[in-house]
């Protein structure tokens, strides 16, 4: 009984991650991130836009958030999964992509 809640909590947290992510992809992406599929867990980003980032495990924890400024850069993804890296401009602009590690 004590997990229920939690679970549905963070589900909550992914699903609200998500829908406004989508849209905001399809105006127009300010961050590019590659690979979306690594072995290494080594992602590296691009942006001209400075913006926080947040990633998520498929559990909707949060597992890694830090600003960044604008330009060239790596994220390191150290466990295998699947991940929602969420970006979000100074503009209110939230891009999110999905990453696997294997």
């Known amino acids: 009984a004590d997990r229920v809640p939690v679970l549905v909590k963070s589900a909550q947290m992914m699903v609200d991650a998500l829908p406004s992510a989508v849209g905001q992809h399809q105006q127009q992406a300010f961050v590019k991130l590659y690979p979306t599929l690594s072995t290494n867990g ?49 503009q209110g602009q939230v891009q999110a992509e999905r990453v696997v590690v294997q």
């Open 42 to 90: 080594r992602i590296s980003v691009q942006s001209s836009q400075q913006h926080e980032v947040r990633v998520y495990d498929l559990h909707g924890r949060q597992v890694e958030f830090f600003a960044k400024k604008s330009g060239n850069y790596e994220l390191w993804l150290r466990e295998k999964g699947v991940y929602i890296v969420r970006f979000k401009n100074r």
